[in-house]
């Protein structure tokens, strides 16, 4: 078995981002590039990829104003703003490795049009050359030429660049899907709450989901013993609900929406009948 030259190992070694072993099986990489370097090609490599971060991942900087439209039209994170601050840097993130896969790919097609042109075309054997020594130095050069422009070299320069780009955004991105499933969770307690809770008054009862306000609508409609049944049920108190029952007695026009929406929801419907326009 074939064993990795020694320097092509140093060389994976020294681009590629380490996990640390107290961080198997989790999500925890060890800066390998750290610190000073005199090295050439770290060097080099360094500096090409912070002028693909300059100039392909600039970000403009917002004004005081637009700062300050933004606190003014997102007061409190919610889940749904969470959501789509999470789209917008998941499609940031996108537009980023679109980029960086385009700069590799030119570069990569630059350097193959170098090694196809780096024959030297001029040099060529004499017709009957029969001296073994030169035969064997031809033969040698496009041997080389060949497997230098066929062969295929694994890009470790970009699977570096791609990780670290790809874990910086994990970095931003990770506690925020955290907070949004936190968040999600909270609301969605909140609006049982709210919803378990007897409308005070019409504004409340309008704010109800559907389902609530059919609930509400049939213990307003209901007889003494029904209601008796409804508060042990839902939790309610008769102080609670009896806002609502006194502004039943002069609202004519509330009632006849609660009594229509009773109806509406007990009616069995034929599904093979479609109303006639």
């Known amino acids: 078995m074939n064993k990795a030259p020694t320097a092509t190992i140093t060389t994976i070694t020294r681009l590629l981002m380490l996990p640390k072993q107290s961080y198997k099986e989790r999500n925890g990489f060890e800066e390998a590039l750290s610190g000073a370097s005199t090295d050439e090609e770290t060097l080099l490599n360094r500096h090409r990829f912070a002028m693909f971060i300059l100039t392909q991942r ?30 917008d840097l998941q499609a940031q993130h996108s537009s980023d490795l679109q980029r960086l896969y385009t700069a590799h790919a030119e570069e990569y097609l630059d350097d193959a049009r170098e090694k196809y042109l780096s024959r030297d075309d001029s040099q060529y054997l004499v017709p009957g050359e029969n001296n073994p020594s030169t035969l064997a130095s031809y033969k040698k050069l496009d041997r080389i030429y060949t497997e230098t422009t066929k062969a295929y070299i694994h890009n470790e320069r970009q699977d570096d660049e791609f990780t670290r780009i790809r874990y910086t955004h994990l970095q931003n991105i990770v506690p925020l899907f955290q907070q949004h499933q936190k968040l999600t969770v909270q609301e969605a307690e909140d609006l049982r709450r709210r919803n378990a809770q007897f409308p005070l008054n019409v504004a409340e009862f309008r704010s109800k989901t559907k389902d609530v306000q059919l609930r509400v609508a049939r213990f307003l409609t209901s007889d003494t013993r029904k209601q ?16 609502m029952k006194d502004e039943l007695k002069k609202n004519q026009e509330l009632l006849a929406e609660i009594q229509a929406m009773c109806i509406q929801a007990d009616e069995v419907r034929d599904p093979r009948k479609k109303p006639t326009t």
């Open 58 to 87: 600039d970000r403009p900087i917002p004004s005081f104003e637009d700062m300050q439209a933004e606190l003014d039209q997102h007061p409190s994170v919610s889940a749904s703003s969470l959501k789509g601050h999470i789209k």
């Open 228 to 243: 008796e049944k409804m508060l042990s049920e839902f939790g309610w108190a008769w102080r609670q609900v009896q806002p």
